[in-house]
């Protein structure tokens, strides 16, 4: 039992030193993530326009001890059709009146910044919008979909699953790829940040800022530090 909470302990010091890493921008993202799963992670916010789950109050990570990278796990994940109708199709993309981003706001949106996350980000992008990639899903998914729709009928009046919102968002991702592809070869696709410390957070920004959740083989983990 000694030996397996060392291990656990050993394990919980690395997912924490890659946390600090991410989140403070002091390495190469792939030195972090698996790249791959990382990259198809954001490109499903924007296939299924789920923004909520992309806030760091929201990111769940899996040390991954075989590998020693951590892996996202998509959790909280609900549409903000207020936010989706101000925002680009592509997380990745710079918006026309682009403002320096708060220090909450960058730290979900500085792996963009970065090269190689954004050759697999692109590729996964063109995943998950290409013609039939909606449509699969749902038939892997059929039959716990057909299940979900009884319980959601009863309880709010005959609601149930449509595929059509994902089927034009695919479509919409597809039409604003090349617009990404130019900003990308223009180097205009660079997020920036405010000149700010943490005194010039609000409370509720710095509590955001301190949450940190992890899981690994055994447990799952919530660590938080300013």
């Known amino acids: 039992l000694h030996r397996v909470d060392r291990r656990q302990r050993q394990m919980c010091i690395r997912d924490r030193n890659l946390m600090y890493q991410y989140k403070f921008f002091k390495t190469s993202i792939e030195n972090v993530f698996n790249i791959e799963s990382l990259a198809m992670y954001h490109a499903l916010f924007d296939f299924g326009g789920v923004l909520h789950g992309q806030g760091w109050h929201n990111q769940r990570v899996y040390y991954n001890p075989v590998t020693a990278n951590l892996e996202p796990i998509a959790y ?6 207020v936010k989706l109708a101000s925002r680009p199709a592509i997380l990745g993309m710079i918006s026309e009146n682009q403002e320096d981003l708060k220090r909450n706001q960058f730290i979900n949106q500085a792996v963009f910044n970065q090269s190689v996350f954004r050759t697999h980000y692109t590729q996964a992008l063109e995943k998950v919008s290409s013609t039939d990639f909606a449509k699969e899903q ?10 979900l729709n009884i319980l959601l ?3 709010f009046g005959g609601d149930s699953f449509d595929i059509n919102p994902f089927v034009a968002k695919a479509e919409n991702i597809q039409i604003t790829l090349p617009k990404y592809a130019d ?18 957070l609000t409370e509720r ?4 800022l301190s949450l940190i959740h992890i ?10 530090y300013a």
Not at 138 to 146: C, P, V
């Open 76 to 81: 909280d994940l609900y549409t903000e059709s």
């Open 138 to 147: 749902y038939a892997l998914l059929k039959t716990q979909i057909d299940s």
């Open 153 to 155: 009928g009863a309880e």
């Open 183 to 200: 900003q990308i070869e223009n180097r205009e696709a660079q997020f920036k940040i405010l000149n700010e410390t943490y005194d010039d």
């Open 205 to 208: 920004e710095v509590y955001y």
């Open 215 to 224: 899981s690994e083989p055994t447990r799952l983990l919530s660590i938080s």
